[in-house]
């Protein structure tokens, strides 16, 4: 009986022990309580005892099943103040690192972050950053998502981005980045992302280099770009979404050549002049916007160009015809 009860005791004792173990590598363990510290030791982190496995017990970080590194850090929608940490660049595995709708995390871009090699996912958005665009995230080969939206950045946008083989979309909307789009995001390698690159003070002549990208969705509205955009477009292209609106950009709209697969397309509020293009008549179009612009002529009838509102029209030179007032 006594046999058979210290080998039950063992046994327990065994199970207890493999369950108490702590699967979090105590490096990055280390690396998340400095980041913790940096940051005041917050509410939002109570989470993060160092008495808690930080694979199991943690919120706002995820570990890879086999290996047990942290591969994932997001940080969302809460009280935090201060700097990113440079210790996140101390998380060799990190593959998603996510800081967003915290708006007392100020200052610029950590420079650690060039560290993290593995890096497929990078969203710093909704915060209060301030600086530049950094070059050195040209060198983060493996990214497939970067998000600096919602913040202060200024400065011009570095042409080094167009370095990365693998985005899906790059999103530098609403900041403060002045001067031109870089010629260089007409030789994107790899992969043609996505460009929202809207409400900024951007300037100049869209390059004409970007007429050899496919583009699925293109966002340049409400900046103060000039001069021609009809290189964007194009039949043989895939592109799904144009916004160009809120600007000054000039050019003869009735020489365009739409892709097939165009569903929004926003020009409002620019110098673009011509007629609208029948070929109009034969998108699938969700939304048009064309108003407070130069143009004339009868707008063609048939397709979903009579379903929009005459809002979406108003404004022009001398276009006429529904849902305007007829053509005379």
């Not at 363990?29 to 008495?51: E, H, M, R, T």
């Not at 011009?156 to 001067?179: E, V």
């Not at 004339?296 to 809002?311: A, H, M, N, R, W």
Request: glycine share 6%; hydrophobic share 40%; aromatic share 10%.
């Amino acid at each position: 009986m006594n046999t058979l009860f210290l080998s039950l005791l063992s046994i327990s004792t065994l199970l207890s022990l493999c369950l108490s173990a702590e699967l979090c590598n105590p490096h990055d363990k280390k690396v998340l309580l400095q980041i913790k510290q940096d940051f005041g030791n917050p509410y939002l982190l109570a989470s993060w005892k160092s008495d808690a496995d930080c694979c199991t017990s943690w919120y706002q970080v995820e570990c890879d099943s086999k290996t047990h590194r942290i591969i994932s850090l997001t940080i969302f929608a809460g009280e935090l103040s201060g700097q990113i940490p440079p210790s996140v660049g101390y998380l060799p595995y990190l593959e998603d690192l996510t800081f967003r709708k915290l708006t007392n995390v100020t200052g610029p871009i950590q420079p650690a972050i060039s560290k993290l090699k593995n890096l497929k996912f990078l969203r710093l958005s909704w915060l209060n950053l301030t600086g530049s665009v950094p070059d050195f995230l040209g060198d983060l080969k493996n990214l497939t998502f970067l998000d600096l939206a919602f913040n202060s950045l200024s400065g011009t946008i570095p042409s080094s981005l167009s370095l990365l083989p693998n985005l899906d979309a790059l999103h530098l909307d609403r900041n403060k980045l002045t001067g031109p789009i870089p010629d260089s995001f007409g030789f994107f390698n790899g992969k043609v992302p996505s460009l929202y690159l809207s409400h900024n003070q951007l300037s100049g002549k869209i390059p004409e280099s970007l007429g050899k990208m496919d583009f699925d969705i293109i966002d340049f509205s409400r900046n103060k770009l000039e001069g021609d955009a009809s290189m964007l477009f194009g039949l043989n292209k895939s592109t799904i979404m144009v916004d160009l609106s809120r600007n000054v950009l000039e050019f003869d709209l009735s020489k365009v050549v739409f892709p097939s697969s165009l569903t929004n397309l926003d020009i409002n509020h620019n110098k673009i002049y011509g007629s609208l293009p029948a070929q109009l008549t034969q998108l699938n179009l969700q939304l048009l916007n064309v108003s407070y612009n130069r143009l004339c002529g009868e707008i063609p009838v048939g397709g979903k160009l009579q379903s929009f509102d005459y809002t979406n029209y108003f404004h022009n030179r001398c276009l006429c015809g529904a849902p305007l007032p007829s053509c005379k």
